[in-house]
Each structure stands twice: as structure tokens, then as C-alpha cells.
């Protein structure tokens, strides 16, 4: 039952001390975060596996490029710990290290390998968080660097510098809406399809481009709509409407404010009058947001509410499996980067955070 899961998981999380740290994404349900030391976005869930370095094991209630960040980024005698492995990310899977690699020789192949004048490379990888330790460490290997939806401009701003345009995968709207507000023209913008030569485009388009996108997509996000914003502000006169930047553009356009997890309970948080809050975002964060501040109305753009179904792989069942192994010395569910891969990675990781103003 509930409460004997929940004495499970308190009496294990009591017998390891520190010795364990519970990291928790926001989009976990209320029976995991309850349980997590650190709750936050991912770039806040980045950093926080690297304050801990005396912590023998970190584990992340998350998903598996989060837990293969935080491998990445913690000391190499701490073991990160996902409580299922079968928490993944449909968007992450969207770009494969292979296609990249068919992508960027024809990239280089079309603009060559010399800087131009003011120093600048061809093309600079940028690879948002949402995806695998593999293509983390393509960027660190070809000059590139991470992002996450907190720091996407800013990133964007340190790969222009370096680049005359940007290869940005795998999410084409985080990409597109992060560059849209940043001046870059939609034409200027064109999007890669792995399966076809040159990504589909003809030779002016990519002669015109500054930001190549990928065409990968957040299955949850993608389901925002316009539609639903005009509804909401029909029926709830003065509503604010919050939206991840991974949702379509026309969805970013029109609502009053987009940004990553964080930005989101921190614009809820500000609000000193009693206000209506038409969220997009995963469900469990807005149920929990709705909770959290009942002064305010804050409800789901979308009516048929659809959790993220990878980050609800994480049951608290799994919780207090993974935590009594620890107790009893044994870790189980570890995720370890090759160090092939980890060095490059954390080289595009190190970019990214050092990046942040
Ligand atoms: P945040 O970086 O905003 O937490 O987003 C992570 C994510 O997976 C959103 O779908
Ligand atoms: Fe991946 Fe979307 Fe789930 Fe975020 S909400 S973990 S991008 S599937």
C-alpha cells in the first residue's frame, strides 16, 4: 500500500543519510518529489549533481539523459541511479548519433572546415539536454555546446560568436521559437530531414541559413494549441497563459510568457494578486503548481491532460527498491557513461555552464 511504501522509502532515506542525495525533475509525480532532497529544472538538476560530490550515490527521479548528465557531471566514485530504466525521452530518441554524424559530413561537405574572416567556423553543434551522452559528446568534439530551455538564448548568443550558423537538435521548436525571439528570420531556419539528401533543402536555402534544425519533438508539448489559448482567454478574461518553449511557435506567440520548468512555478510565484494561470506544461508539475498556490486559479491549457508517460515510469515502488539495495551495499539500475563519450560530453556541458551569466 501507499503508507507501507512510504514508511519503505522514509526508513531507507533515514539509514543512508547523506550518504544518498534524491534528485527530482518537476515533472514527477507527488509521491516521488516528496521524497526528493532537490527538486528543479534541468539545468538546476545539472547543477545539483555536482554539489554533492561526497554523496556515494545520487539518485535521479527523472529521465535517462538527465541521470546520464548527472554521471557525466558528478565525482567518478559516485554511482547515479535511475529507479527505472525504462524512463526515457521520446524526444531524445528522435536524434541518433548516426544520423547526426550523415548530417554533419554533409554539412561539411556543402560549407567546408575554414573559419571565415572575423574567426568564425561553418557550423557550430548545439544539442539541447533532451538527448544522449552520444551526441553531447559530438558537440564537445566539433566545437559545439549543451542547452537547456532556461539558458537556450544565451547558448545561442555563444554559438554565434564562434559560428557562422548552428546545427540544433533534437527539438525543432525549442530551436525555432529560442532563435525567432533572438531576430533570426523563419526563412533563415530551415529544418534537417536525416532521411533525405541535404535534409530535403535546396542549395539557397541552406546558403541562407543560420540555424539548421533537427525535427525532433516533445510528444507532451506538441499537443498545445492555439486553440486552446483562445479559449482559455475567452472564458477566463485576464488570464496568463505560461508555456514551455518546447510547444509549437504559434502556441510560444501567443501566450504571455514561455520558459523552462523553472521559469514557470517562478512567474506563478511573483504573482502578488490572486490570478488565473492557463499552463502548458506536463500535468503533474501544473496539478502540483495548483496545489501549491490556492489563492490562485491555475489550470492545463489542455482539457484532456496527458503526463509526460516516461517520467511517470519513476513509481515510488521503484523509489524504495533502488534505496534498500543501497542500504544493504548493493546498487542496482546505475547508469554509466563510457568515458569515450563522458570526456567529450562534459567538455559541451562544462561550455554550457560556464556560458550562463
Ligand atoms: P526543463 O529544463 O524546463 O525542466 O525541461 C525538461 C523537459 O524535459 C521538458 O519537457
Ligand atoms: Fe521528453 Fe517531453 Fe517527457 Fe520532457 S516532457 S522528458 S521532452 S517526452
Not at 506538441?222 to 518546447?246: C, M, N, S, W, Y
Request: charged residues 20%.
Amino acid at each position: 500500500s501507499a503508507d507501507e511504501l512510504d514508511a519503505r522509502i522514509r526508513a531507507a532515506k533515514d539509514a543512508l543519510g547523506d550518504r544518498v542525495v534524491v534528485l527530482g525533475h518537476f515533472y514527477q509525480r507527488d509521491e516521488v518529489v516528496r521524497y526528493a532532497d532537490f527538486v528543479g529544472d534541468s539545468y538546476q538538476l545539472a547543477n545539483a549533481a555536482l554539489a554533492r560530490p561526497e554523496a556515494e550515490a545520487i539518485v535521479f527521479c527523472g529521465v535517462h539523459f538527465m541521470a546520464e548528465t548527472a554521471d557525466i557531471l558528478s565525482a567518478a566514485d559516485q554511482s547515479v541511479i535511475l529507479p527505472n530504466l525504462a524512463a526515457g525521452c521520446s524526444m531524445a530518441d528522435m536524434a541518433d548519433i548516426d544520423s547526426v554524424l550523415e548530417c554533419w559530413e554533409q554539412l561539411e561537405a556543402r560549407y567546408g572546415t575554414e573559419p571565415d574572416a572575423e574567426g568564425r567556423v561553418p557550423v557550430i553543434p548545439v544539442t539541447y539536454m533532451n538527448s544522449s551522452a552520444a551526441l553531447k559528446g559530438f558537440c564537445g568534439e566539433h566545437g559545439g555546446i549543451v542547452c537547456t530551455s532556461s539558458n537556450a538564448a544565451t547558448v545561442l548568443e555563444w554559438a554565434f560568436a564562434r559560428g557562422q550558423r548552428v546545427l540544433f537538435f533534437p527539438d525543432q521548436h525549442l530551436g525555432r521559437n529560442t532563435a525567432k525571439a533572438m531576430g533570426v528570420p523563419l526563412e533563415n531556419m530551415p529544418m534537417w530531414n536525416p532521411r533525405k539528401p541535404l535534409g530535403g533543402n535546396d542549395d539557397a536555402t541552406l546558403d541562407a541559413a543560420r540555424v539548421i534544425l533537427w525535427h525532433g519533438f516533445c510528444s507532451v508539448h506538441k499537443r498545445f494549441t492555439v486553440d486552446q489559448i483562445d479559449r482559455a482567454r475567452a472564458e477566463h478574461p485576464g488570464v496568463r497563459v505560461l508555456v514551455h518553449p518546447e510547444c509549437p511557435m504559434p502556441v510560444v506567440d501567443a501566450a504571455d510568457g514561455a520558459g523552462s520548468t523553472d521559469y514557470i512555478g517562478k512567474a506563478i510565484a511573483a504573482a502578488t494578486e490572486p490570478t488565473t494561470f492557463a499552463i502548458g506544461t506536463e500535468i503533474n508539475m501544473v496539478n502540483r503548481l495548483a496545489q501549491q498556490y490556492p489563492q490562485h486559479e491555475i489550470f492545463s491549457l489542455d482539457p484532456v491532460v496527458c503526463p509526460c508517460s516516461t517520467m511517470y515510469r519513476i513509481h515510488p515502488g521503484y523509489l524504495a527498491w533502488v534505496l534498500e539495495a543501497l542500504v544493504r551495499g548493493e546498487v542496482i539500475n546505475r547508469i554509466t557513461v563510457d568515458a569515450a563519450v563522458a570526456a567529450p560530453a562534459r567538455v559541451a556541458l562544462d561550455r554550457m555552464l560556464a556560458a550562463r551569466p
